[in-house]
C-alpha cells in the first residue's frame, strides 16, 4: 500500500497536535523518504523549532549500536557470542556467575544486578542524588553503582531489561578494541553508515542543531532535563542521532554494510520472549512476531526530557523514526502509521 496519501499526512498532523508533539517524524522505504515533518521547539526559551535535521538524544535506542559492535568485534574473530565475562574483563565483579556471557548479556538474560531497575525504580532523576550525574562521563563511572550486588537470577534463566549488562558490553569493546567505547561506535559505526551528524555529545558541550530535552512539572511548567541524565551517554543509552541518520542505521544494517550476513541473521533471531507474548528480543532490538512471522525490528528510547521510537518492517523494507525531546508521543504516532502499513 502506498504510504504517501493526503489522509495519512492529516491524521498525522492532527495527532500530533492532539499529543502536543515535539520532534520529528520520519518514514522512508527502499525509493526514498516518504515524509518528514517537524515539530514543536528544540529550545522553548528561545523558540528555536525542531527542523527535520535537528539532533535528539534516544536515550535506551542506542543499545542497537552496542550489540553491532559487539557483532564486529565477533565477525573479526576477536570474542564470540559465548565467551565469559569472566575470562574477557579485568574488573571486579565478586558476585558475579561466572557462566554470564556476551550472549546472556546482549538479551538481557544475564541476571546480572542493574544500576537502574525499572521494575524497581520509578525515577531516573533519583540515581544522581548521591551520583552526580556530571561525574558519568566514562563506562567505568557506573561499576560502583551495581559491580558489587548479588547476582538477580541464573544465567540464561528469563529476560529481564538491564541497563549494567550493557554498560559491560561496552567495557568488553573498549578492552577488544583498545578504544573508548563512543570512539568506536563513531567510526566503525556511524562512519561507514554516513550518520554525519550523529554522536555521543555531552551535555555541557552540546553541538548546534541540538534539542534540549524538556521534563513537564506537575503545574504544567517546564525544566530542562541537564540535571537529570549522565553527562555523557554510553553503552547502555545516550546518543543523539538526527532522524535520518537513524535511518541510515537501519538501511546499513540490514544491507550488510556494518555486519556480515550471517552474523546479520544471528542479531535478528528472536532469542528470548518478553513479557509481553507478541516482542522478542534479539541482540541490541526487540523484534515483533504474528503467527511465527517476523513483522518488525525495533528501537525504543526513554530517559527524562527523551522518548524514542524506531522500526525496520522486512516485509516492506518501510523505516520509521521518531525522536522527541519530551517524554512521551512517539508511539502513539507509531501506532497510528501501522495502521497504514
Not at 553503552?235 to 541518520?245: I, L
Not at 512476531?289 to 513483522?295: F, L, P
Request: a negative charge.
Amino acid at each position: 500500500m502506498k504510504l504517501k496519501n493526503i489522509e495519512l499526512e492529516t491524521k498525522l498532523a492532527e495527532k500530533a497536535s492532539e499529543i502536543d508533539f515535539s520532534g520529528v517524524i520520519h518514514i522512508e522505504n527502499r525509493t526514498g523518504i516518504i515524509h518528514t515533518s517537524a515539530h514543536g521547539f528544540s529550545n522553548r526559551a528561545e523558540s528555536i523549532p525542531n527542523t527535520t535535521n535537528t539532533r535528539f538524544g534516544i536515550a535506551s535506542g542506542c543499545k542497537l549500536f552496542t550489540a553491532i559492535a559487539i557483532c564486529q568485534l565477533v565477525e573479526r574473530g576477536s570474542i564470540s557470542f559465548y565467551s565469559k565475562l569472566s575470562n574477557l574483563l579485568d574488573h571486579s565483579f565478586p558476585h558475579f556467575d561466572e557462566k554470564v556471557t556476551v550472549h546472556h548479556l546482549l538479551t538481557h538474560s544475564s541476571g546480572v544486578p542493574d544500576y537502574f531497575d525499572e521494575d524497581v525504580m520509578a525515577d531516573f532523576e533519583e540515581l544522581w542524588v548521591k551520583n552526580p550525574m556530571y561525574h558519568m562521563r566514562q563506562l567505568e563511572d557506573f561499576l560502583p553503582l551495581f559491580q558489587s550486588q548479588q547476582m538477580k537470577f541464573n544465567p540464561g534463566e528469563k529476560f529481564h531489561y538491564n541497563n549494567a549488562g550493557y554498560i559491560v558490553l561496552g567495557l568488553i569493546i573498549e578492552k577488544v578494541a583498545g578504544v573508548p567505547f563512543t570512539d568506536y561506535v563513531e567510526e566503525h559505526i556511524f562512519k561507514p553508515a554516513q550518520m554525519k551528524d550523529s554522536g555521543y555529545f555531552a551535555l555541557d558541550c552540546l553541538p548546534a542543531k541540538t534539542a534540549l530535552g524538556y521534563i513537564e512539572k506537575e503545574d504544567g511548567s517546564w525544566k530542562t532535563n541537564n540535571y537529570s541524565i549522565p553527562i555523557k551517554g554510553g553503552a547502555d543509552g545516550g546518543a543523539y542521532v538526527t532522524a535520518s541518520d537513524m535511518a541510515k542505521l537501519w538501511q546499513s544494517l540490514m544491507n550488510g554494510k556494518l555486519v556480515c550476513k550471517e552474523i546479520l541473521a544471528t542479531m535478528t533471531t528472536p532469542w528470548i520472549q518478553s513479557d509481553n507474548e507478541t516482542d522478542w528480543y534479539g541482540y541490541g532490538m526487540w523484534i515483533e512476531k504474528a503467527e511465527d512471522k517476523i513483522v518488525k525490528y525495533h528501537v525504543m528510547g526513554y530517559d527524562p526530557g527523551v522518548s524514542f521510537a524506531s522500526s525496520y518492517y522486512p516485509e516492506s523494507e518501510i523505516i520509521i523514526v521518531i525522536p522527541s525531546n519530551k517524554e512521551r508521543g512517539p508511539h502513539k504516532l507509531m501506532y497510528l502509521l501501522e495502521e497504514y502499513i
